[in-house]
């Protein structure tokens, strides 16, 4: 997550018959075969062919064999592997980018922190955040890149989301997205606050963010009416410019009905607890807690 974790201060459609679609649409985590939800999503998984991949089915598999900790050696190879050609669906279509992207991120840091838990557990996370996480298009990333370079469109993780990132990722300027706000509710780094991971595709992506975002928002926001105040996920302050100042903090929270209509609270870190949680995947036991 930021940085989202980097400490800024210190209902799926099969995409073919090999390939079914992991989603966070709402009531449906996306998850399974735990019991924990409505459907088995590892269902049509096994026996996808090499010729049949596609980006946003690959990013979609990797997350999935991390959750079911699987071998991921042969999707990262794909990956590393695969032109600009190969990619094109991610570069020519934001909801296919975007979908894809914010699995290899979250796939990506789960295994980092299986793989090489001290780097998160040392000096205030900077290395964690910095090293190699995947390999693209013969592009070395790190989480960092994939973030604040690709999903923030080479915005700074300082700065409150006003600062252009110096920093490029290697990769053209045609993998980088136009700004969403919603991703910072759907990026996990491993801390404890950050939120739970889904699995996202792009035939749903809209509807998919929607849900996280409110899931996340519920389980953080408070709203004090007698002093109008309001706590709020320390995200939306350290990214206040991704989500277009206070006023779009206000727009936010107003349509999740989290605060009165025009009642333009001050908004007061909810605080972020940086304790190590890895594996926090969404499973129906979590989404009720």
Known sequence: MSDECADPASGATPVDPDDAALTSGAGD???????????????????????????????????????????????????????HDDLETIRTDEAVGRAFWLNVYNATAQELLAE????????????????????????????????????????????LGYLPRLERTGLPQGYELPVDPRIHFALNCGAESCPLIFAYDATDLEASLGHTTRTYLEGVVSYDAEGNTVRVPQ???????????????????????????????????????????????????????
């Open 29 to 83: 985590n996306g998850f399974g075969p735990d019991g924990d939800s409505d459907r088995d999503p590892a269902r049509n998984w096994q026996g996808t062919r090499d010729h049949d991949r596609n980006p946003s089915a690959v990013g979609r598999q990797l997350l999935r064999a991390v959750r079911q900790q699987e071998p991921t050696a042969t999707l990262r190879s794909w990956l590393a592997n695969a032109g």
């Open 235 to 289: 995200l939306c302050l350290w990214f206040l410019g991704d989500f277009g100042g206070r006023a779009g903090v206000w727009t936010l929270l107003e349509d999740h009905e989290l605060v009165p209509p025009g009642s333009n609270p001050s908004l007061r870190p909810a605080g972020y607890d940086w304790t190590k949680a890895p594996r926090a995947f969404a499973t129906r036991s979590r989404l009720e807690k």
């Open 116 to 159: 090489r838990p001290h780097l998160y557990d040392s000096l205030g996370r900077v290395r964690f955040f910095r090293t190699t996480a995947i390999t693209v298009a013969g592009v070395d990333l790190s989480l960092d890149d994939i973030e604040h370079g690709i999903l923030r469109s080479r915005r700074s993780k300082y700065g």
